[in-house]
């Protein structure tokens, strides 16, 4: 018997919405990859309902009233939610609960996950624990809804039953969810509205229809499989909640099909069509791949990136349903991830079975190799570099740096110095800030190669603000003069030929180059010094053919590795960490037997723009020579 109160669906009708008469508190819901319905916050449940007001069947962008939710829409239509970037699809479903229920006061009760955060329960599983705290009990046992569970309300921790471990968990007042009176307008009837009696007999609800049972069957078999290995070998029957994005053959179920001859609510199985009810043939939907292991409480707490995937593999698709495959934003799959959403959307809306094919994996890596087989990058001395700290160039101070790699002008043009913003032909803004024996504030300075003009004390101020290493960079053309290096980590570099080839590139054997650059402590010339910086996914592999333009890109990054010009510390563009060790403008191709992620093979130019790339740091063919 479920706990007051812990009911969720109003067994009047079996369509789970209220009667005229009765208010109920409206909460959305999203399906995971578990098999569990999440709830979304209040503030985005209000934002759905105010949509639902004006448009029944119009879409919902989460994204306007949560930022971590903007790559998200919702169809009402199709009752499905959609992510745009991915193409990801899932069922959504508007559920109600008792106005005195958690969601109705706005409580929300959370546990903590191993990030340290704090992950909402599952609404029904909210409403539970809310009743039992209100009652004062000391206790919870979760059994009786499929989860090992035990609430200490004095301690305020859940414990597993079976290994023992405790998390925290806390009540916190959030919003309450959104209150509606009545029931769902009649606009709603696909996929949540209602219907009396018989189905209409046109050939499009006929495949609407079949379509619901066929998903609902899909569901709840789904559902019987995950919770019978929740309760053991007893071998009762768990209740399954039919998902209301289908409400299958339900919604020509008798009235009192939903209630018991007690008044009790009955667990809600996936009904039979009426007899006489004939429906035209259709490809059968494929199953949906089993979960075979929930370890309680899934820690999404909001939409996961996961896609939806009707089969396990593309050969357990049934021929006979349209599969959109769903592959990665760089062109490299057959059909964009938004195109095949929103087809998926409208398929879906008429009816028509669809599957979303899972994305394909990056191959990051070769097959596993014998170090006997590893061999020396031909015309490369050694297999292994390392630097450790700043070789800092002695007897090299900012004034004869400067003076090395320019000349003076007698006849200053009537033009900007691009480094203060003042006219050339006046002082340098640097005028009071800094001041150096021998450089005037309105000498003027022309760098050798490439002719621009500066206020030579502006080219100290720009000196002393880099990194101290003997060089000078044109701040207009790129130009360098002299030899320029980085602040690059201490760390090691290897690189050797394996047995095996990059796609693109099938004479070829493969170049593989290891680097490892451990967590420290930032110095000097780093953003924050004294500060501890980390050092994420080392170590890291990269690949280049083994020909002859392969080989010399290898020499080049080498020397750019010598010169501490591969990495940096800063904040990376992936996750938005701060103090970490990231890439320094010279691109690798760290992905070895695709390229879903854009950084693999095959990329006929990658060779050619990472030569400029590295010319662009002053590390050209020149350097080779030397």
Known sequence: M????????????????????????????????????RPYSAAVCHHIENVLKTDSRGTVVLGQVDPQLAPYIIDLQSMHQFRQDTGTMRPVQRNFYEPSSAPGKGVVWEWENDSSSWTPYDMEICVTIQNAYEKQHPWLDLTSLGFCYLIDFNSMAQTNRQSQRK??????????????????????????????????????????????????????????????????????????????????????????????????AKPEQVQSPPPGATFPRLPALPALSAVNNISGQNNLNRPGTQRTAMGSARGAIPPGVPALPVKNLTGSGPVHPALAGMTGILMCAAGLPVCLTRAPKPILHPPPINKSDMRPVPGVNGIRRKTKKKHLKKGKN????????????KVVPDEDCTICMERLVTSSGYEGVLSHRGIKPELVGKLGKCGHMYHLLCLVAMYNNGNKDGSLQCPTCKAIYGEKTGTQPPGKMEYHVIPHCLPGYPESKTIRIVYDIPAGIQTNEHPNPGKKFSARGFPRHCYLPDNEKGQKVLKLLIIAWDRRLIFTIGTSNTTGESDTVVWNEIHHKTEFGSNLTGHGYPDPNYLDNVLTELSTQGVGEEALKD
């Open 2 to 37: 479920a706990r007051p109160g812990s009911t969720v669906m109003i067994p009047i009708n079996g369509l789970g919405y209220p009667p005229q008469n009765l208010a109920r508190v409206v909460v959305w819901e999203w399906l995971n990859e578990h098999g569990r319905w």
């Open 398 to 409: 900012p004034e004869d740096v400067v003076r090395r790699y320019t000349e003076k002008v």
């Open 167 to 264: 998390r925290r968990l806390r009540r916190r007042m959030d919003l309450a969810y959104p209150l509606t009176m009545g029931s769902i307008p009649k606009s709603q009837s696909w996929p949540v509205g209602a219907s009396s009696g018989q189905p209409c007999s046109c050939q499009q609800c006929i495949l609407v229809n079949n379509t619901r049972a066929a998903s609902n069957a899909i569901l709840a078999s789904q559902r019987r499989k995950v919770y019978a290995g929740a309760t053991g070998a007893t071998g009762t029957l768990t209740m399954v909640r039919q998902s209301k994005t289908f409400a299958g053959t339900s919604l020509w179920s008798p009235p009192s099909s939903g209630t018991g001859t007690d008044g009790s």
